[in-house]
């Protein structure tokens, strides 16, 4: 499968970008990394605690192409597309349409082979998730969803495990999809592990019910899975911080990292600020050059605030 041409661009469009362009944060192995590729070079950054960084964006932001079916490999932009600076997308339009990531969950991909798992994902009180990911990942795609727990629930061919996800989801069990605003307000508190694993064990129990004759296994001995101490958040999200909501040429991002939290880095800030929330996804287009001594500005920036705790006067008396 090939990227399709595009229509004829203007000289910014076919200009080839400078510097390494950010292909935004992913997790393999249990491992969150920072990805960065010139043309054909890639470049790859682990995302540890602790770690100080500090990138000047150049613009403009760029596709950053497409994973194509069968490739090991991400597949560059053939147009250096230019995208829009503060969108949520990170390929053009050309690379969408042949991305196998993409294609996969707007099924149109029928069935390519692989071994896949269902899962169920809690990501707060409330806000249980049904999905799926190819075996070969691992635990890897419930990490880059920020999952705060999760449990596969059954195993099979691509065919068999999607109509057991659409049942999971039409009984109203679990939701295929939450914005990642409505994930990022759980952080401040999610219970404990114990509590998280009931949820999801009688979650699972309940799903197996509904898949009763399904062409799929059904997975009951699999351990539910927690992440809250891995993302740094067994003591909830930090009690204020600001919350990056657009990027632009010029702007600098820097500061200490705090533990990945899904696609979301919090960056402690040296002037005492408090702490910045990046979703790499915004990151992601971006030529970076690397710069020091210098703090995080030109960027938009949204307060939030620990909510209060319920008022239970009422309730008591």
Excluded: N
């Amino acid at each position: 499968m090939t990227i399709p041409p595009q229509p004829p661009q203007t000289p910014e469009h076919r200009a080839r970008p400078a510097g390494w362009v950010s292909t935004g944060l992913s997790w393999r192995d249990g491992r969150a990394v920072l990805g960065a590729a010139r043309g054909a070079q890639v470049h790859e950054r682990a995302v540890a605690p602790g770690v100080e960084v500090g990138w000047l964006l150049g613009g403009p932001r760029r596709c950053v192409g497409a994973w194509l079916a069968g490739a090991t490999e991400r597949t560059p932009c053939p147009h250096h597309a230019v995208i829009d600076p503060g969108g949520g997308a990170t390929q053009c339009p050309a690379c969408q349409s042949v991305d196998r990531g993409l294609a996969l969950a707007r099924d149109q991909i029928l069935d390519d082979g692989r071994t896949y798992l269902l899962y169920l994902a809690w990501f707060g009180e409330g806000l249980l998730k049904v999905g799926l990911t190819a075996e070969q990942r691992g635990d890897s795609r419930l990490l880059e969803q920020g999952a705060l727990a999760y449990a596969f629930t059954a195993r099979g061919a691509l065919p068999a495990v999607r109509r057991a996800e659409l049942t999971v989801a039409a009984s109203g069990l679990a939701r295929e999809r939450y914005k990642s605003r409505i994930k990022t307000e759980q952080w401040w508190s999610h219970g404990d592990v114990p509590y998280r694993r009931t949820v999801l064990g009688d979650a699972r129990a309940r799903a197996h019910r509904l898949l009763d004759g399904h062409a799929v296994e059904l997975l009951a001995d699999r351990p539910v899975v927690d992440h809250v101490e891995r993302y740094g958040l067994a003591g909830g999200a930090p009690e204020a911080y600001r919350e990056i909501a657009g990027l632009a040429d010029g702007a600098v991002l820097a500061g200490r990292l705090r533990a990945p939290v899904g696609r979301h880095l919090f960056l402690d800030q040296t002037d005492g600020s408090g702490p910045l929330l990046l979703d790499t996804r915004l990151l992601t287009g971006w030529t970076l050059s690397p710069v020091t001594g210098r703090g995080s500005e030109g960027m938009v920036l949204q307060e939030r605030l620990r909510p209060p705790e319920p008022d239970t006067q009422e309730a008591l008396f």
